[in-house]
């Protein structure tokens, strides 16, 4: 089942795109009619909610993805039986979970949530578990059979139906209380995905992969492999969620009320993140993709392959991340006004644009990685990755407010990526030449920002002052960045031995 890369990103980066771009106006919605305080409640409980989908599914999609794929690269094989045993395990684990989430319901509330009254949101947040774990295994599959177009319109239609949800709730309840805002989350949930459910359900017969014998795993053994999957995901969700619930709870210890500190804990997860993270959509489609691709061609053993697909999507990740880095850099300020998250807003993008590059990089690598099975790495670099940021979170928080959340993020996201990116080099084989993955996009960045910042000056053009110039100055410099860059690699040889030792639209 042979996959076209190429023309799976770019339609799954269309799609994210638009659905990203769904998000963040739905985060500048919710802001303007609920505030930023209420932001910061909502976006604790969907962390919480993320955290029990994971550990109650064992990160199914991602093990569905996975071991079918593996299981449709080998000659005998029966692709079914391995989804079988994915559902089976993922809805063990969800019961086993929602019942012990139950008993423990206002601790979590307590800790997780800030608040005592949220007991009952968090049980029926564990009602739903077996829904978010089904759809999670059943786009899975689709995922591992190249189903491309069916997983994006599932995605169309969660979005489309959550976020429709949701509007008409803020519209017509106008909803503040800790309370209604969980349910509300609870409620766009069940809607989205249930919807996408039923889409993949009629859409299933149709996805044919057809059984040749026997399927390579039993259910003890698949179990066996994926327990470290499981593990790490629960693990990383988990650490997550825990820095989450402390950044308020160290805002408040530098001296902000809880209204503040959740003020600004809304304004740096719906304003400042998504904004960080929107142009890396091109990344997440294709960091999917990697993970299937990189698995069957281990399952195959063309470790030449897996080789040549890591050292250019990760060259290409660097020379993508650069960019956006300097547009940050030069419009960050802009940017964190326009999107009303105000002056605060604009001054962490401009600070954390730097760390850009490492965020990009860690979810290529983390699906390199995942795909050549080396989850136990995985999971022990995010505890350690986590444990700084929680670290810096606890020291810096207290000491220096909203600003120890960038010492966190530096920290962290450096540490880890330089672990991932090593770890890649040895077990590849892919040949990292700091001047083709540093230097000539970063010299290449600095010519042309510096050329159009002269030109406009010149021309007594402020390119800040309006949304037009601003697009202006950013597609002028992507030109002349990709132009300088493509001369120099060129000079370098690197278009050229792309060329003789890569296909990049799926194949050798």
């Not at 990344?283 to 697909?309: D, F, M, P, Q």
Request: glycine share 8%; hydrophobic share 50%.
């Amino acid at each position: 089942m042979q996959r076209n890369i190429l023309k799976d990103t770019l339609l799954l980066t269309a799609i994210q795109m638009l659905l990203d771009g769904m998000g963040l106006l739905l985060n500048i919605f919710m802001t303007k009619h609920l505030g930023t305080e209420a932001i910061g409640i909502l976006t604790l409980t969907s962390s919480f909610f993320r955290l029990l989908s994971v550990i109650a599914s064992g990160n199914v999609f991602l093990c569905a993805s996975r071991f079918i794929s593996e299981e449709l690269g080998k000659g005998q094989r029966n692709p079914k039986k391995i989804l079988m045993h994915c559902m089976g395990i993922s809805l063990l684990m969800c019961m086993t979970v929602s019942g012990i989430v139950n008993l423990f319901a206002s601790q979590c509330s307590s800790f997780f949530l800030q608040t005592d009254v949220l007991t009952n949101s968090v049980r029926i947040m564990t009602a739903i578990l077996p829904l978010l774990t089904v759809t999670a295994c059943i786009k899975g599959w689709f995922n591992a059979c190249c189903q491309t177009g069916i997983c994006a319109i599932s995605d169309i239609i969660d979005c489309v139906a959550r976020t429709i949800c949701m509007g008409i709730m803020i519209l017509t309840k106008n909803q503040t209380e800790p309370e209604e805002l969980c349910n509300m989350t609870i409620i766009g949930t069940i809607a989205g995905t249930a919807s996408a459910l039923i889409f993949m359900l009629c859409s299933f017969r149709n996805c044919h992969a057809v059984a040749t014998g026997k399927a390579s795993l039993s259910l003890k053994e698949y179990f066996i492999l994926a327990l470290p999957v499981m593990g790490g995901s629960a693990l990383t969700s988990f650490l997550s969620s825990a820095n989450d619930a402390l950044v308020p709870m160290t805002l408040r210890q530098a001296g902000n009320s809880a209204s503040e500190a959740f003020s600004q804990f809304g304004i740096f997860e719906a304003i400042i993140i998504p904004t960080l993270f929107f142009p890396s959509t091109i990344l997440c489609s294709l960091a999917g993709i990697l993970v299937t691709e990189t698995a069957r061609e281990k399952a195959s053993n063309h470790s030449a392959r897996i080789t040549e697909l890591s050292e250019k999507t990760i060259r290409q990740t660097i020379v993508f991340a650069i960019f956006i880095t300097m547009s940050l850099l030069r419009f960050g300020d802009e940017i964190g006004i326009l999107l009303g998250g105000g002056t605060i807003a604009g001054k962490m993008i401009v600070l954390l644009a730097p760390v850009v590059p490492f965020i990009y990089l860690e979810i290529v690598a983390e699906s390199i990685i995942k795909g050549i099975g080396e989850q136990n790495f995985s999971s022990i670099n995010y505890l350690l990755e986590y444990v700084i940021r929680i670290s810096f979170v606890l020291i810096f928080i207290p000491m220096m407010g909203f600003y120890g959340i960038v010492l966190s993020y530096y920290a962290s996201n450096i540490f880890g990526n330089v672990g991932r990116i090593v770890l890649i080099v040895r077990k590849t084989g892919m040949n990292p030449e700091p001047v083709k993955l540093i230097g000539i996009p970063a010299f290449s960045a600095v010519c042309s920002s510096q050329f159009l910042n002269a030109l406009f000056g010149v021309l007594r053009i402020h390119a800040e002052n309006s949304i037009i110039s601003m697009i202006i100055y950013i597609l002028l410099c992507c030109g002349m960045y990709l132009l300088i860059q493509r001369k120099l690699f060129q000079l370098y040889g690197v278009i050229e031995i792309d060329k003789k030792i890569y296909d990049f639209n799926g194949g050798q």
